[in-house]
């Protein structure tokens, strides 16, 4: 058994890391370096995976798009009026809400603007459910009420708003044939970004003012979680059961789920070229520990003269190894922790980055340490100990 | 009578290469005796020296010190042996210029399970034996040539080992600290400690009790009384 404490060894390692400062930062930098892209990539990843997973959370994943494909002849095609009752009736399906494009009316903001000039805005007659089933709200002003939806009043999707240069409601605009009061611009909706260009009108409205007939270019709905897949099974039939094959069933929320699974995989290959970072890291300090073992032949029998063992001077020796790369971790993990905090505040988002990741992240290194340090110790203790009068 | 402390037959070391440092020594040396080893370069002073110090294992013949044949001692015995029995003093001092005098001397017992701060506690007291208790605090590039060798011979006493090496002790010195750090070794053999000192230089050895003149790996001639 070694006589040497546990804290005698700490001073020893400690003291021969300060014999050559600078040899002990630029070997611990490599180190930290690694770890420093480890802990920044997991915890850049984590923080932006959190802030989607609570996106998706807010969202909802059970959102279905059904919007009609076009005919043979590439002429797009409507859903019949009876479509939203339809599939309403289908259990599962919680809210449902119906949008119809009005394709011969545009949205001017004032009747001297030509016909034709539409901004790039399409005016929609929508279901005046259409703001619960989507989950979005209103940046300005407010969704239809009760009151008002048989009134000419438009709520505009927030590039409509900027499209027609209109920053608050109240506005008025001029529809072809009817002018319309604007009482609310919606917030971007993340999961149904196509609502975003729309002029909505409410249906009642709409019916009366422009002779909509009901039939829809798109339905938004909800289904209970788990049902999902079986509802979005028989929309099509249900939809427009003379033309299924024209139903085009989504899901929008899966195209963040394959962001997350993206992002994953992104993540795994970044880890990995950090690991490679890591591991130079340990090379260079397995390097400079045998350049000690070499440089310090005299101080080496100097100890076994007064008594070291040679499991002392390999522990000597793998404790500097280890002190090494593990301060080289601690470091970098403080590094790869400011990342991971800048980042989340240039994104507006909270980070996220666990305790464990840096515990962990020191762990490895204390690992790489003695992994590097063990041909050194080695090495330094198969030293002969008369090495220390070899000097003469 | 006491019996010797360090007792060598017949010992021979050959070096890798046909170079026959030793080619046959005997010694032996009792408590409190005052050893010189002289010769010139390459008289086989300095194996002879690791050889009794446990450093090293001769080709043939037998170390045997404090009455443990050095033969039958593994590894980590002889570690123990080199701690607990013998007090190494080198030409070079081998101080480390990261610690004050003080935690120099006190890595004496480093490898002896004592508590760092009882170990300090005894190489304050082995400074002030030396009379320099105005420097534990010292670091040795602050300390001039005779008083780094003084806290290198406290370091060596640390263990309170029956037997001292010493290995041109005074080769880094002038000749006014080469004197008291002779007188210092002498003093040491007055409470029974042996002192053996390599050196090359004569004039040195005829101050010491006894004499033992290697030239080629043998001794050639012996002068002095062993026994006190």
């Not at chain 1, 002029?199 to 009366?208: D, E, G, K, Q, S």
């Not at chain 1, 762990?363 to 003695?370: D, F, N, P, Q, Y």
Request: aromatic letters at 4%.
């Amino acid at each position: 058994m070694s006589l040497l404490r546990p804290t005698d060894v700490l001073r020893l390692a400690s003291r021969g890391l300060r014999g050559h400062p600078l040899r002990f930062l630029l070997s611990a930098a490599g180190i930290a370096i690694g770890v420093a892209a480890m802990v920044a990539v997991t915890g850049i990843t984590q923080t932006s995976r959190v802030d989607l997973e609570e996106q998706l959370a807010k969202l909802g994943t059970n959102l279905l798009t059904v919007v009609p494909s076009d005919d043979m002849n590439g002429e797009p095609t409507r859903l019949p009026a009876t479509a939203v009752t339809m599939v309403g009736n289908i259990s599962p399906v919680t809210d449902i809400s119906g949008v119809g494009e009005l394709d011969s009316v545009g949205a001017y903001r004032s009747p001297y603007v030509p016909s034709g000039q539409t901004s790039s805005v399409v005016v929609t007659a929508v279901d005046p459910s259409l703001i619960n089933t989507l989950r979005a709200r209103t940046a300005q002003g407010h969704w239809f009420t009760a009151a008002n939806e048989d009134y000419p009043t438009v709520v505009l999707g927030s590039a409509a708003a900027t499209r027609l240069g209109v920053d608050a409601p109240g506005t008025r605009l001029w529809l072809g044939r009817q002018w319309a009061v604007v009482i609310g611009i919606l917030a971007p909706v993340d999961l149904a970004s196509e609502i975003d260009p729309m002029v909505m009108l409410p249906t009642p409205a709409a019916h009366t003012y422009f002779d909509y007939d009901g039939t829809t270019t798109g339905l938004y709905l909800r289904s209970i979680e788990s049902q999902v897949h079986a509802v979005s099974d028989v929309i099509p039939q249900t939809a427009s059961p003379q033309q299924p094959g024209q139903v085009a069933v989504s899901r929008p929320s899966d195209a963040l789920a394959a962001k997350v699974t993206a992002d994953n995989a992104l993540n795994r290959l970044l880890v990995a070229l950090a690991a490679i970072g890591l591991l130079v890291g340990g090379i260079g300090v397995s390097n400079t520990m045998i350049i000690a073992s070499i440089e310090r032949r005299s101080e080496i029998g100097m100890r076994r003269a007064l008594g070291a063992t040679r499991l002392d001077i390999a522990t000597q020796f793998l404790a500097e190894s280890m002190l090494m790369a593990t301060s080289g971790g601690v470091l970098g993990v403080i590094a790869g922790y400011t990342v991971t905090a800048y980042y989340a505040r240039a994104q507006g988002v909270s980070p996220a980055l666990p305790l464990w990741v840096g515990l962990t992240a020191i762990l490895i290194t204390a690992g790489v340490g003695s992994i590097a340090g063990l041909y050194p110790a080695a090495r330094a203790s198969r030293q002969a100990p008369v090495a220390a009068l070899a000097a003469l | 009578m006491s019996a010797p402390v360090l007792e060598c037959h017949d010992l021979t070391r050959h070096h890798p290469g046909g170079v026959q440092a030793l080619r046959g020594v005997s010694l032996r040396v009792w408590p409190g005796d005052f050893v010189a080893v002289v010769g010139p370069s390459g008289s086989g002073k300095s194996t002879l020296l690791q050889l009794i110090g446990a450093l090293d294992r001769p080709t043939a013949g037998e170390v045997v010190l404090a009455g443990r044949d050095l033969a039958r001692l593994s590894d980590r015995a002889l570690s123990r042996l080199r701690a607990e029995t013998i007090g190494f003093v080198f030409q070079q001092f081998h101080l480390s210029p990261l610690m004050t005098a003080c935690d120099n001397v006190a890595e004496g017992l480093l490898y002896s399970g004592v508590r760092h701060g009882e170990r300090r506690r005894r190489a304050a007291a082995a400074l002030a034996r030396l009379g320099l208790e105005d420097r534990l605090h010292h670091r040795p590039q602050a300390l001039s040539g005779g008083e780094r060798q003084r806290v290198a011979i406290a370091r060596a006493l640390m263990g309170e080992p029956a037997v001292i090496l010493a290995d041109e002790p005074t080769g880094n010195l002038d000749s006014v600290n080469g004197q008291l750090v002779v007188e210092i070794l002498r003093e040491l053999t007055a409470d029974g400690t042996a002192v053996v000192v390599v050196t090359h230089d004569h004039e040195l050895a005829a101050r010491m009790g006894r004499r033992i003149e290697l030239r080629d790996g043998l001794v050639v001639h012996e002068a002095g009384s062993g026994r006190q």
